[in-house]
């Protein structure tokens, strides 16, 4: 299964980005997650979805991010509101059953 992640953008703080991320077959009952890695840091977790829609969050984006899955179309997306200069990364897809990466798509918050 590969991953293709969309959305991202240059937005001003305060605004809003969907990301999505399509797989390119089935993600069964894997967890599945976005992480991001911003310039010079090391690559982080931001949030996790299992198969019973169970979701955990970065403390730093809890209430203000929410990660939604679609199993029978194969996409998870993360809904990103309020969103801060700080949140700039390159933000990747991740199918945990396979330990598979997308190639990442960029988020820059910046006025």
């Known amino acids: 299964v590969q991953l293709v992640e969309g959305g991202g953008g240059l937005v001003q703080p305060g605004e809003s980005l969907t990301l999505t991320c399509i797989a390119s077959?089935?993600?069964?009952?894997?967890?599945m997650g976005w992480y991001r890695q911003a310039p010079g840091k090391q690559r982080e977790f931001v949030a996790r979805?299992?198969?019973?829609?169970?979701?955990d969050y970065l403390e730093s984006v809890n209430g203000r991010f929410t990660i939604a899955r679609n199993d029978a179309q194969n996409t998870i997306n993360l809904n990103m509101n309020r969103l801060k200069p700080n949140d700039t990364a390159l933000y990747y897809c991740?199918?945990?059953?396979?330990?598979?990466w997308g190639q990442g798509t960029q988020v820059t918050v910046s006025s």
């Open positions: 077959g089935s993600i069964g009952t894997s967890d």
């Open positions: 979805i299992d198969s019973n829609l169970r979701a």
């Open positions: 991740h199918l945990a059953v396979e330990d598979t």
